[in-house]
Protein backbone atom coordinates (compact mmCIF):
# COMPACT_ATOMS: atom_id res chain seq x y z
CA UNK A 1 0.00 0.00 0.00
CA UNK A 2 1.07 3.36 -0.77
CA UNK A 3 1.77 6.04 1.75
CA UNK A 4 -0.14 8.36 -0.17
CA UNK A 5 -2.95 7.87 -2.20
CA UNK A 6 -4.18 10.40 -5.02
CA UNK A 7 -6.73 10.01 -7.90
CA UNK A 8 -4.71 10.60 -10.99
CA UNK A 9 -7.81 12.49 -13.09
CA UNK A 10 -8.09 14.07 -14.97
CA UNK A 11 -10.43 16.26 -13.40
CA UNK A 12 -12.34 18.38 -15.89
CA UNK A 13 -14.94 21.23 -14.63
CA UNK A 14 -16.56 24.44 -16.10
CA UNK A 15 -15.26 27.54 -15.42
CA UNK A 16 -16.33 29.11 -12.04
CA UNK A 17 -17.02 25.59 -10.25
CA UNK A 18 -15.91 24.42 -6.95
CA UNK A 19 -13.19 21.85 -7.30
CA UNK A 20 -12.58 19.68 -4.50
CA UNK A 21 -9.19 17.41 -4.59
CA UNK A 22 -8.35 15.00 -2.24
CA UNK A 23 -5.68 12.56 -0.99
CA UNK A 24 -5.74 9.60 1.83
CA UNK A 25 -3.10 8.43 3.88
CA UNK A 26 -2.15 5.54 6.08
CA UNK A 27 0.44 7.04 8.30
CA UNK A 28 -0.62 8.30 11.40
CA UNK A 29 2.60 9.80 12.56
CA UNK A 30 1.91 12.61 9.37
CA UNK A 31 1.18 15.90 10.84
CA UNK A 32 2.50 18.40 8.09
CA UNK A 33 0.04 18.82 4.92
CA UNK A 34 1.04 20.61 2.10
CA UNK A 35 -0.80 21.27 -1.48
CA UNK A 36 1.16 22.27 -4.68
CA UNK A 37 0.43 23.35 -7.63
CA UNK A 38 2.44 22.25 -10.44
CA UNK A 39 1.80 23.59 -14.15
CA UNK A 40 3.34 21.75 -18.05
CA UNK A 41 6.97 22.06 -17.68
CA UNK A 42 7.70 23.61 -14.33
CA UNK A 43 8.26 22.70 -10.42
CA UNK A 44 5.92 22.36 -8.00
CA UNK A 45 4.65 25.49 -6.62
CA UNK A 46 3.78 25.71 -2.62
CA UNK A 47 -0.26 26.71 -2.54
CA UNK A 48 -1.21 25.61 1.16
CA UNK A 49 0.88 24.51 4.34
CA UNK A 50 -1.22 23.02 7.43
CA UNK A 51 -0.67 21.52 10.51
CA UNK A 52 -2.42 18.79 12.46
CA UNK A 53 -6.20 18.97 11.48
CA UNK A 54 -8.30 21.68 10.67
CA UNK A 55 -9.40 24.18 7.85
CA UNK A 56 -6.88 26.65 6.24
CA UNK A 57 -8.15 29.47 3.96
CA UNK A 58 -6.07 31.49 1.19
CA UNK A 59 -8.29 33.29 -1.39
CA UNK A 60 -9.96 31.13 -3.30
CA UNK A 61 -8.33 28.34 -1.93
CA UNK A 62 -9.67 25.92 1.08
CA UNK A 63 -7.30 23.32 2.83
CA UNK A 64 -8.93 20.79 5.05
CA UNK A 65 -7.48 17.96 7.21
CA UNK A 66 -9.28 15.30 9.09
CA UNK A 67 -6.45 13.13 11.02
CA UNK A 68 -9.23 10.81 12.40
CA UNK A 69 -10.22 10.01 8.66
CA UNK A 70 -6.46 9.80 7.33
CA UNK A 71 -7.45 12.61 4.37
CA UNK A 72 -7.00 15.80 3.31
CA UNK A 73 -8.69 18.04 0.97
CA UNK A 74 -8.32 21.00 -1.33
CA UNK A 75 -10.65 23.21 -2.40
CA UNK A 76 -10.81 25.72 -5.11
CA UNK A 77 -13.42 28.14 -5.32
CA UNK A 78 -14.62 30.11 -8.74
CA UNK A 79 -12.26 28.03 -10.41
CA UNK A 80 -10.27 29.54 -13.54
CA UNK A 81 -8.95 28.80 -16.43
CA UNK A 82 -5.50 29.58 -14.75
CA UNK A 83 -6.40 26.78 -12.40
CA UNK A 84 -5.65 24.39 -14.57
CA UNK A 85 -2.91 22.38 -13.67
CA UNK A 86 -1.21 19.16 -11.67
CA UNK A 87 -2.15 18.95 -7.98
CA UNK A 88 -0.01 17.54 -5.76
CA UNK A 89 -0.73 16.53 -1.78
CA UNK A 90 2.31 16.01 0.58
CA UNK A 91 2.84 15.37 3.96
CA UNK A 92 5.20 14.87 6.61
CA UNK A 93 6.21 13.59 10.06
CA UNK A 94 8.60 15.36 12.34
CA UNK A 95 10.13 11.72 13.53
CA UNK A 96 10.96 11.21 9.83
CA UNK A 97 12.96 13.14 7.17
CA UNK A 98 11.11 12.46 4.68
CA UNK A 99 7.81 14.24 2.67
CA UNK A 100 5.79 11.48 1.06
CA UNK A 101 3.93 12.71 -2.36
CA UNK A 102 1.04 12.19 -3.71
CA UNK A 103 0.78 11.36 -7.41
CA UNK A 104 -1.24 14.57 -8.32
CA UNK A 105 -4.09 15.08 -10.03
CA UNK A 106 -4.37 16.76 -13.46
CA UNK A 107 -7.00 19.78 -13.37
CA UNK A 108 -8.69 21.26 -16.39
CA UNK A 109 -10.91 24.36 -15.66
CA UNK A 110 -12.57 25.27 -19.05
CA UNK A 111 -13.80 28.61 -19.99
CA UNK B 1 10.46 34.81 -1.49
CA UNK B 2 12.87 31.89 -1.82
CA UNK B 3 14.58 31.06 -5.14
CA UNK B 4 15.79 27.80 -6.31
CA UNK B 5 17.40 27.65 -9.55
CA UNK B 6 18.59 24.80 -11.51
CA UNK B 7 21.10 25.50 -14.14
CA UNK B 8 19.30 24.29 -17.35
CA UNK B 9 14.89 23.81 -17.89
CA UNK B 10 16.19 21.41 -20.62
CA UNK B 11 18.99 19.26 -21.59
CA UNK B 12 20.13 16.55 -23.94
CA UNK B 13 22.88 13.90 -23.58
CA UNK B 14 24.33 10.54 -24.88
CA UNK B 15 24.04 7.05 -22.89
CA UNK B 16 27.35 7.11 -21.06
CA UNK B 17 28.25 10.70 -20.91
CA UNK B 18 28.75 11.97 -17.43
CA UNK B 19 26.04 14.86 -16.56
CA UNK B 20 25.70 17.71 -13.87
CA UNK B 21 22.74 18.83 -12.75
CA UNK B 22 23.11 22.05 -10.38
CA UNK B 23 20.84 23.94 -7.82
CA UNK B 24 21.65 27.03 -6.27
CA UNK B 25 19.65 28.90 -3.66
CA UNK B 26 19.59 31.91 -2.09
CA UNK B 27 17.95 31.51 1.15
CA UNK B 28 20.97 30.04 3.49
CA UNK B 29 18.54 26.79 3.54
CA UNK B 30 20.52 23.28 5.45
CA UNK B 31 18.71 21.30 3.46
CA UNK B 32 18.15 20.13 0.08
CA UNK B 33 17.30 17.37 -1.92
CA UNK B 34 17.14 15.80 -5.43
CA UNK B 35 13.83 14.51 -6.88
CA UNK B 36 12.88 12.90 -10.04
CA UNK B 37 9.40 13.09 -11.21
CA UNK B 38 8.16 10.40 -13.94
CA UNK B 39 4.46 9.98 -15.27
CA UNK B 40 2.60 7.73 -12.72
CA UNK B 41 5.53 7.34 -10.29
CA UNK B 42 5.44 10.36 -8.68
CA UNK B 43 8.32 12.08 -6.77
CA UNK B 44 10.88 10.01 -5.72
CA UNK B 45 13.72 11.14 -3.39
CA UNK B 46 17.04 10.29 -4.98
CA UNK B 47 19.51 11.86 -2.11
CA UNK B 48 19.51 15.13 0.32
CA UNK B 49 22.06 17.08 2.45
CA UNK B 50 21.61 18.35 5.30
CA UNK B 51 24.92 20.58 5.77
CA UNK B 52 27.74 21.58 3.60
CA UNK B 53 29.88 17.91 2.70
CA UNK B 54 27.10 16.01 4.10
CA UNK B 55 24.36 14.09 2.30
CA UNK B 56 22.41 10.65 2.72
CA UNK B 57 20.77 8.28 -0.14
CA UNK B 58 17.25 8.31 -0.68
CA UNK B 59 14.89 6.12 -2.08
CA UNK B 60 16.55 5.55 -5.51
CA UNK B 61 20.21 6.41 -5.49
CA UNK B 62 21.32 4.08 -7.46
CA UNK B 63 23.75 5.73 -10.34
CA UNK B 64 23.58 8.91 -8.75
CA UNK B 65 25.78 10.48 -6.48
CA UNK B 66 25.87 14.16 -5.41
CA UNK B 67 28.26 17.04 -4.42
CA UNK B 68 27.77 19.77 -1.32
CA UNK B 69 31.05 21.98 -1.59
CA UNK B 70 29.25 25.17 -0.53
CA UNK B 71 25.88 25.99 1.42
CA UNK B 72 24.34 27.13 -1.58
CA UNK B 73 25.13 25.01 -3.84
CA UNK B 74 23.58 21.20 -4.54
CA UNK B 75 24.98 18.97 -7.58
CA UNK B 76 23.56 16.01 -9.09
CA UNK B 77 25.59 13.99 -10.78
CA UNK B 78 24.61 11.22 -13.41
CA UNK B 79 28.00 8.98 -13.54
CA UNK B 80 27.25 7.48 -16.83
CA UNK B 81 23.60 8.43 -17.88
CA UNK B 82 21.32 5.64 -19.16
CA UNK B 83 18.05 5.69 -20.93
CA UNK B 84 16.25 4.60 -17.80
CA UNK B 85 17.65 8.13 -16.14
CA UNK B 86 15.39 10.35 -18.78
CA UNK B 87 13.44 12.14 -16.33
CA UNK B 88 11.98 15.13 -15.07
CA UNK B 89 14.85 16.23 -12.51
CA UNK B 90 13.52 18.49 -9.25
CA UNK B 91 15.72 20.20 -6.57
CA UNK B 92 14.03 21.68 -3.44
CA UNK B 93 15.07 23.16 -0.20
CA UNK B 94 14.07 23.22 3.24
CA UNK B 95 15.06 24.95 6.68
CA UNK B 96 16.48 23.17 9.56
CA UNK B 97 13.59 24.19 11.37
CA UNK B 98 10.92 22.40 9.38
CA UNK B 99 7.63 23.01 11.83
CA UNK B 100 8.08 26.22 9.97
CA UNK B 101 8.82 25.86 6.13
CA UNK B 102 7.65 23.17 3.97
CA UNK B 103 9.70 22.17 0.66
CA UNK B 104 10.86 24.77 -1.72
CA UNK B 105 11.30 23.63 -5.45
CA UNK B 106 13.09 24.76 -8.14
CA UNK B 107 11.69 24.92 -11.92
CA UNK B 108 13.10 21.34 -12.71
CA UNK B 109 15.51 20.01 -15.78
CA UNK B 110 14.29 17.74 -18.53
CA UNK B 111 16.86 15.28 -19.01
CA UNK B 112 17.15 12.99 -22.63
CA UNK B 113 19.07 10.57 -22.34
CA UNK B 114 19.65 9.41 -26.13
Known amino acids: QKEVEQDPGPLSVPEGAIVSLNCTYS??????FMWYRQYSRKGPELLMY????GNKEDGRFTAQVDKSSKYISLFIRDSQPSDSATYLC???????????FGSGTKLNVKP | DVKVTQSSRYLVKRTGEKVFLECVQD?????MFWYRQDPGLGLRLIYF???????EKGDIPEGYSVSREKKERFSLILESASTNQTSMYLC?????????????FGNGTRLTVT
Open chain 1, 90 to 100: AMMSLNFNKFY
Open chain 1, 27 to 32: NSAFQY
Open chain 1, 50 to 53: TYSS
Open chain 2, 27 to 31: MDHEN
Open chain 2, 49 to 55: SYDVKMK
Open chain 2, 92 to 104: ATLVRDRASSPLH
